[in-house]
Antibody, heavy 121, light 106 residues
Framework: EVQVLESGGGLVQPGGSLRLSCEAS????????MTWVRQAPGKGLEWVSS????????EYADSVKGRFTLSRDNSKNTVDLQMNSLRAEDTAVYYC??????????????WGQGTLVTVSS | DIQMTQSPSSLSAFVGDRVTITCRAS??????LAWYQQRPGKPPKVLIY???HLQSGAPSRFSGGGYGADFTLTISSLQPEDVATYYC?????????FGQGTKVQI
C-alpha cells in the first residue's frame, strides 16, 4: 500500500524559514518523481515544485523560485522542501504527491493529507 | 506560463443528471491533463489522467475527453457523494498550472 506522509508545518514569522518533509512508502521511490502543491485558506490549488526520480531535475513556480529548494534522499524515501524568506502569502496547506513516472512531466498519483504552514507575526 | 480556464465556476444539478465541466488551456498541451476531485477538508483525489484515463478506484461514471487545448470532465449520473470542487491541471513542461476550480452542488 502506498503511503505519503508530510511533516514539518507550523507557525513561522515573515522572513523566516521552514523545512517540510515528505516520506513515502509502498513503492520503489527512486522510480518516481515527486511534487508539492499548496492551497491557501479558502482558495484553489497551486503547484509549487516538482523533482524527478533521480533528483537531477527540479522545477519551481515563479512565486517561490529563489526562495524554496526541493531535494530528495532516495536512501530514505524522502523529499524535503526548504522554504526561506517566507511571506504571508505562503500561508497554505502543503500537499506532497507522487508523480506517475520518473520524470516531472506526468500526472500525480498518490497524495498525502497535507501539512499547514502559517506565516504570521 | 500556460493558463487553465475552467467553466462554470459553480453548478447545481439534480441527482441522476449528466454534468459536464470544461477546461481550456491557453496553448496546446497534447493530452497532459488531469482532473481532481476535492471534498471539503480533504486532499485532492485524482479522477482522470492523460485527459481520458480513469484513475484506478475512481467511479466509472466519471469520464474525461479532449486533446490539445479543450477538455471536458463528465459525470454521467450525478450522485450525492459527488458534491465537491473539481480542478483540472496541465502537467507539461514548466509550471504545472491548475484551473480555478468548479464547485458542484446538488
Amino acid at each position: 500500500e502506498v503511503q505519503v506522509l508530510e511533516s514539518g508545518g507550523g507557525l513561522v514569522q515573515p522572513g523566516g524559514s521552514l523545512r517540510l518533509s515528505c516520506e513515502a512508502s509502498g513503492f520503489t521511490f527512486s522510480n518516481y518523481g515527486m511534487t508539492w502543491v499548496r492551497q491557501a485558506p479558502g482558495k484553489g490549488l497551486e503547484w509549487v515544485s516538482s523533482i524527478s526520480g533521480s533528483g537531477d531535475i527540479t522545477e519551481y513556480a515563479d512565486s517561490v523560485k529563489g526562495r524554496f529548494t526541493l531535494s530528495r534522499d532516495n536512501s530514505k524515501n524522502t523529499v524535503d522542501l526548504q522554504m526561506n524568506s517566507l511571506r504571508a502569502e505562503d500561508t497554505a496547506v502543503y500537499y506532497c504527491a507522487t508523480i506517475r513516472a520518473v520524470v516531472v512531466t506526468d500526472a500525480t498519483n498518490y497524495w498525502g493529507q497535507g501539512t499547514l504552514v502559517t506565516v504570521s507575526s | 506560463d500556460i493558463q487553465m480556464t475552467q467553466s462554470p465556476s459553480s453548478l447545481s444539478a439534480f441527482v441522476g443528471d449528466r454534468v459536464t465541466i470544461t477546461c481550456r488551456a491557453s496553448q496546446g498541451i497534447l493530452n497532459h491533463l488531469a482532473w481532481y476531485q476535492q471534498r471539503p477538508g480533504k486532499p485532492p483525489k485524482v479522477l482522470i489522467y492523460g485527459a481520458s484515463h480513469l484513475q484506478s478506484g475512481a467511479p466509472s461514471r466519471f469520464s474525461g475527453g479532449g486533446y490539445g487545448a479543450d477538455f471536458t470532465l463528465t459525470i454521467s449520473s450525478l450522485q450525492p457523494e459527488d458534491v465537491a470542487t473539481y480542478y483540472c491541471q496541465q502537467y507539461g513542461s514548466g509550471p504545472k498550472t491548475f484551473g480555478q476550480g468548479t464547485k458542484v452542488q446538488i
